[in-house]
């Protein structure tokens, strides 16, 4: 009888142990019923669309800057009215003056209507249309009558302006290709 009990007893502490493994085996949060076995992909501290970190080299430098606008857009070597690249001011003029001034710099770019009318922001905003972009060949031999007076205008333009702050957009020297263009009286605007 006591060699029943222990033998019985042996059998219980194994169906035990059996049960208890599996009960501690049970997770009720993954897709298995019975996990033998952690996956990766399902613990918090693993990301699989994440790379690896890796420390960044001591002497790395990310890059290697030219400095702000102010540096990067300034250019030490100015073209004047007699040297400066005609192509490339109309092309310059083309691009960034004409939708607004014209192809001749008369005023009458194919933006002009839609400036001048009343049913934009600007007019209303403030109760009344804005002005017509500026006549650049009138203007070149009555108003802003030099060249550097131009060039200081288009530098003075600030941002909430009709007209784009260029001195953020182009060089020094592409402003006064496109100025010297303007003025030109055999290849530019001014013939």
Do not use: W
């Not at 019985?8 to 009720?28: D, G, H, T, W, Y």
């Not at 192809?103 to 209303?124: C, P, W």
């Amino acid at each position: 009888m006591k060699k029943y009990i222990s033998l019985n007893k042996r059998f219980l502490v194994s169906i035990s142990l059996v049960v208890l493994m599996f009960s501690c085996a049970v997770q009720e949060n993954n897709t298995y019923p019975i996990e033998t076995f952690t996956e990766m992909h399902y613990s918090q501290s693993y990301r699989a669309q994440e790379p690896p970190r890796l420390a960044a080299v001591v002497d790395a430098v990310t890059f290697n800057s030219e400095g702000g606008p102010e540096v990067v857009l300034n250019d030490t070597e100015y073209p004047n009215i007699k040297n400066y690249d005609v192509k490339m001011a109309s092309e310059l003029y083309r691009v960034n003056c004409s939708t607004c001034h014209g192809v001749t710099g008369l005023g009458d770019g194919s933006a002009t209507k839609h400036i001048i009318s009343k049913n934009n922001f600007y007019s209303k905003v403030n109760g009344m249309p804005h002005n017509a972009p500026a006549n650049l060949v009138d203007s070149a031999a009555n108003r802003l009558n030099t060249h550097d007076l131009m060039i200081t205008y288009i530098n003075a333009v600030s941002e909430g302006q009709l007209m784009p702050a260029f001195k953020k957009l182009l060089t020094q020297k592409e402003i006064r290709e496109i100025v010297y263009y303007i003025f030109d009286k055999e290849n530019g605007l001014s013939k």
